[in-house]
């Protein structure tokens, strides 16, 4: 399974936590996305699924529509929620929340953000989320396009640039770094 960061969201661009904010893409993360598109077009990929945030949405279905593949959404591949943190921008909330944001930063995964989720919640929610997909598509290679927050969950300290590719073990529903191309298949065996 490949998992994909979303491309540059309005709201990153300028440097604020969106957590569960709905931001769309900005104009580079269109161009972002096109970009993700055309380099994964001969990728082995049978199934799209993509949280329902704009952000990912969006870059899903540009994937999709090069692919010729209609993209399922998930709520439970939404990001992390950050509370009260979404929306606002970094500065803000290391000045506001020191010690929190330091925790988040530090990957500690019982911090709550904003009073929003914790990554241990956000894990078991992805978890489940990508168990069932496995289980729906038995054999197939799947792409899933979600967040860097959904990631770090999964994968402490794990950092995705906009439109990074993580490869997802589906036995272990694990994480190992993606291949240059993203479009080659893991050796070991990912799906």
């Known amino acids: ?3 994909i960061r979303h491309a540059e969201s309005e709201m990153n661009a300028q440097r604020r ?4 904010v709905d931001a769309p893409l900005s104009s580079r993360g269109h161009g972002q996305a096109r970009a993700l598109a055309a380099a994964l077009a001969e990728a082995p990929v049978h199934a799209i699924y993509s949280s329902d945030l704009a952000r990912a949405r969006q870059t899903a279905e540009a994937l999709g529509e ?4 209609a993209v399922a959404l998930l709520p ?4 992390m929620d950050v509370g009260d943190w979404g929306g606002r921008a970094h ?8 010690d929190d944001f330091a925790r988040i930063r530090a990957g500690d995964i019982d911090v709550r953000p904003g009073g929003g989720e914790t990554r241990r919640e956000v894990a078991v929610r992805v978890r489940r989320a990508l168990a069932e997909i496995v289980l729906a598509q038995p054999g197939r290679r799947v792409a899933i396009v979600t967040h860097g927050g959904v990631a770090r969950s999964l994968v402490p300290h794990l950092r995705l640039g906009n ?3 993580v490869w997802l073990e589906s036995e272990s529903l694990s994480l190992a770094e993606a291949p240059d191309g993203a479009g080659q298949a893991p ?4 799906a």
Request: glycine share 20%; charged share 25%.
């Open 163 to 165: 439109t990074g590719r």
């Open 91 to 98: 500065d803000e909330i290391q000045r506001r929340w020191p």
């Open 66 to 69: 090069a692919k010729g593949l």
């Open 17 to 20: 936590w969106q957590g569960q």
């Open 1 to 3: 399974m490949l998992c």
């Open 187 to 190: 050796t070991g065996g990912g």
């Open 76 to 79: 439970a591949l939404r990001e």
